[in-house]
């Protein structure tokens, strides 16, 4: 599990550089900025523990990256790694992402998605799609990445969100999707589970 939680990492960290850059340009005035991001102790009800917070030495990329494009503005990072306690021992979460205010931020979670895809060592086994869960109102882009440790592939199922203020991939991986056909992943789980760690990290300025 160390191998695939270095592989979501890396995987989740460019999907934050390569997102927020490929923000479509547009006209007009910028959100306002209501909503930031915390990097908790804890995620998913106490599911996942705090293992390693990164926004101070892999979210540096992000911000480098994207702090003098036109359509984003007061970009800071949050990337953090969890892992996994109780019935989710022995899983990983993995979230990496960017607050401050952005332009055409619907478009967040395809670039999220590709950025991820893109990553040095991993395939799309699933390609991406958009899911709302029930009850939500909010959409997250989801896919299933492989990656390749010391001869042995595993999944990486992974869901995006974005709005005007935030905007961050979420990888869940555990030991029973690690190993399964990627295409029998319940993506629409991950999905439940990204939008409650966007609940918990996202909170008001004010």
Do not use: H
Request: aromatic letters at 4%; a negative charge.
């Amino acid at each position: 599990m160390v191998g695939v939680l270095a592989a979501v990492a890396v995987a989740l960290v460019a999907a934050g550089v390569g997102g927020y850059q490929l923000f479509a340009k547009a006209s007009g005035g910028f959100p306002e900025a209501k909503y930031r991001m915390s990097v908790p102790s804890e995620l998913v009800d106490g599911g996942y523990k705090l293992t390693q917070d990164l926004s101070d030495t892999s979210g540096k990329a992000i911000v480098e990256e994207n702090r003098s494009r036109a359509n984003i503005r007061d970009p800071k990072a949050v990337v953090g790694q969890y892992a996994g306690q109780g019935e989710q021992a022995g899983g990983a979460l993995v979230v990496s992402g960017m607050y401050g205010r952005f332009k055409n931020s619907a478009a967040a979670r395809d670039d999220m998605m590709r950025g991820a895809s893109e990553a040095q060592g991993v395939t799309v086994a699933v390609p991406a799609r958009d899911i709302t869960p029930a009850g939500s109102g909010l959409t997250v882009r989801c896919q299933v990445l492989t990656t390749e440790q010391g001869g042995v592939r595993s999944n990486v199922p992974m869901c995006a969100w974005g709005d005007d203020n935030t905007g961050a991939t979420v990888g869940v991986v555990t030991a029973e999707d690690a190993r399964k056909d990627p295409a029998d992943i319940d993506l629409d789980q991950v999905a439940k589970t990204t939008l409650q760690v966007r609940e918990e990290m996202r909170e008001p300025t004010g």
